[in-house]
């Protein structure tokens, strides 16, 4: 990044905060590690694949090819014959679109069980060589996969809510570069901040208030790893301990949507949840979109 862009090493690590973490290589596909998430999934709950009926790949729309759907793919790659396969572009707010999505489908009996799988190409669109580009080195690669039912649940998905901000729906934007897709800002804005913070307390507290809870019956508060100091910033506005939340960034990037999803992993690897915890996922895109995911953990 240093030699690409000029921009002093000191100056990336205080974007990036670690030395390095995953992005695909020249040849790797972010479909295939959808299509890995996904079968580790099925393998875990033995569930067949014909019984699938959507199959959901949520992202940025920069597919791995052009005019082309990576969710029918997966779902070829994984035996899952009956389903309906179909892309939700929201950002790296697109897995919990995505999941509400899927949700309420599996509720109204459209299906016994729904897949959805968060891949992206985050790495792939940075421009390196444009220092005006820095605030986006820290975009990685990973993905994920939600086996999403009636029953059989590890987690209830108990309230969603999101919304949008227009008015920075041209601050980021992409242009064609040397055959990829490169994201440009526009003129610097003051104020993205302050909108993250504000719009994410705005919709805990409608949360909270749909669940008849009170911050205090947050067990863990999960975000896009998107900026530290703002991730700092919001949980102290929030008034919620540190440790109630995931920090990755001493080994990872912005890993996109599967951000939420890889700090809940490592709540269940850790073993740190408990029956009946109240989880809340805090997700964020460009456009500009915050939204607000409540889950409960059973077991």
């Known amino acids: 990044m240093h030699a690409a862009s000029g921009v002093p090493v000191a100056d990336i690590k205080r974007i990036t905060h670690n030395d390095g973490f995953p992005a695909l290589g020249e040849h790797e596909q972010a479909w295939r590690l959808a299509a890995s998430a996904a079968r580790s999934v099925l393998e875990r709950t033995a569930v067949r694949p014909a019984d699938i009926r959507q199959v959901i790949y949520a992202g940025s729309g920069d597919w791995d090819l052009p005019f082309w759907s990576p969710a029918a793919r ?20 697109a897995g919990m679109t995505a999941l509400r999505v899927a949700s309420d489908s599996v509720t109204l009996g459209r299906g016994t069980y729904a897949l959805v799988l968060i891949g992206d190409r985050l790495s792939r669109m940075v421009d390196y060589t444009d220092p005006e580009s820095k605030a986006l080195f820290n975009f990685g690669d990973a993905a994920a996969a939600v086996l999403v039912s009636g029953g059989d649940l590890s987690f209830s998905l108990l309230h969603s809510v999101m919304r ?16 990829r897709i490169a994201i440009r800002r526009a003129a610097h804005r003051k104020g993205l901040a302050t909108a993250y913070v504000e719009n994410f307390t705005a919709l805990v507290d409608e949360t909270l208030g749909a669940l008849g809870k009170r911050l205090s019956d947050v ?21 919620l301990p540190p440790e109630k939340s995931v920090f990755n960034y001493h080994r990872l990037g912005h890993m996109g949507g599967a951000d ?40």
Not at 86 to 92: G, Q
Not at 223 to 237: A, P, Q, S, W, Y
Not at 275 to 286: E, I, P
Request: glycine fraction near 8%.
């Open 260 to 299: 939420t999803l890889i700090a809940l992993q490592d709540l269940l690897a850790d073993k740190k949840l408990e029956r009946g915890d109240l989880v809340l996922l805090a997700s964020s895109a460009m456009g500009f979109s915050w939204g607000i995911t409540a889950l409960e953990f059973h077991a």
């Open 74 to 93: 997966v779902a070829h790659e994984l035996g899952i014959e009956r389903a309906h396969c179909y892309e939700v572009t929201n950002f790296c707010n």
């Open 219 to 239: 067990a863990y508060f999960l975000i896009n790893h998107g900026d530290k100091d703002m991730h700092e910033r919001l949980v102290r506005t929030l008034g």
């Open 164 to 179: 949008t901000d227009p008015s920075w729906s041209d601050y980021y934007y992409g242009e064609y570069r040397e055959g």
